[in-house]
C-alpha cells in the first residue's frame, strides 16, 4: 500500500463536551506517547451546534483531570462540507452519532470514512459510549474507561493506516 504520511482523525458525540472532547483528549495522549505526534492529527465535534464555543463540561474536565488528561479544546459542530473532506476517520460515540453522521455525508463515499468508538474496544463489551450528561459520576468514570480501551485499538488502526 501506498505509505500515508499522516491520518486525520476526528472524534464526534451529540455536544461536543463531554465524550468527543474525552476522546480527543486521551487520543492526544496515546500519540503523544507512541510519538507520532507528527503523523497524527486530532479534532473533535458535535453533531449537534448547541454548545459551540463552549469548554468541556466541568463535570467531565474534572474527571478526566484526575487520570491525567486536561480537557481544552471548545465545543464545534461538524463541518460536514470540510470535516469530510479534511479527515481520514470520523468516530462517533453511539448510533444516534452514527445517523446523524450518516445523514451529513455528502457523498455515499464519504460515509466509508464512518466508524463507531466502541468497535476499536478490545477489553469492554459495549456497543456505545454511553451519554453522561444527564447521569451521575459513574457515568463519566464509564466514558474513561471506555475511550481509554478504543483509544488503544484505534492506535494499532492508524498505525497500520500509516505503514
Ligand atoms: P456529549 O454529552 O454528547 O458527550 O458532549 C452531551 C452534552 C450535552 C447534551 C447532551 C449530551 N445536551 O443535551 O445539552
Redesign the pocket.
Known sequence: MERMSKQRILFV????????PSAEAVFTGLVKQAGLLNQIEIDSA?TSG??AGEPA?RRMQSHAIKRGYNLTSLSRPVDRVNDFDDFDMIIG?DDSNMDNLNQMAPTLEATQKLYKMTDFCTRFDYDHVP???YGGSEGFELVLDLLEDACEGLLEEVKNRLK
Not at 455536544?15 to 468527543?20: F, H, L, T, V
Open positions: 458525540c451529540l455536544g461536543n463536551i463531554c465524550r468527543s458535535g448547541f454548545h463540561d460515540m451519554d453522561p450528561y
